[in-house]
């Protein structure tokens, strides 16, 4: 290398361009990993809520589906009154049966349109796959 007379050296010079290049570079990566953050959160959030929304509309659509449960069943009390006179009884009990009847088959199409279904474990080996233990009996 010449002597320092005409000032820095090419090398130094380099050297410098090159740092400053650098640091534009980390400005930049700096930069774009906080909006890659921020995106991050973002996505979190909006996934949070759909799943919350979800939730919640499944239990309107699951209770909705419930109300004509419900209304069979207050159609079939109605049948009780207390004004029933007794030769009256084997029709308020018809009546009753033919109510509790329509109410099963509703609940058992609602619980089957919503992925319900009833399940006989007793007399079966336990599967944790299909089944939840609550507790041991002798």
């Not at 930049?28 to 890659?36: N, P």
């Not at 996934?47 to 207050?74: H, M, N, P, Y």
């Not at 109605?78 to 029933?84: G, K, L, P, W, Y």
Request: charged share 35%.
């Amino acid at each position: 290398d010449p002597p320092d007379v005409l000032g820095p050296s090419l090398a130094e010079q380099a050297l410098r361009l090159k740092a400053v290049k650098l640091e534009k570079e980390v400005q930049d990566l700096t930069l774009r990993y906080q909006r890659a953050v921020a995106d991050c959160e973002n996505i979190r959030r909006r996934t949070q809520r759909c799943v919350e929304d979800a939730k919640i509309f499944g239990i309107q659509s699951f209770c909705k589906d419930l109300v004509e449960v419900a209304d069979i069943l207050e159609k079939t009390a109605e049948c009780f009154s207390e004004e029933t006179k007794p030769e009256d009884h084997k029709l308020t009990l018809e009546k009753v049966f033919q109510g509790l009847s329509l109410l099963e088959a509703k609940l058992k199409s609602e619980f089957a349109k919503h992925g319900l279904e009833k399940m006989t474990p007793i007399g079966d080996k336990y599967d944790p796959h299909e089944h939840e233990l609550i507790c041991h009996m002798p």
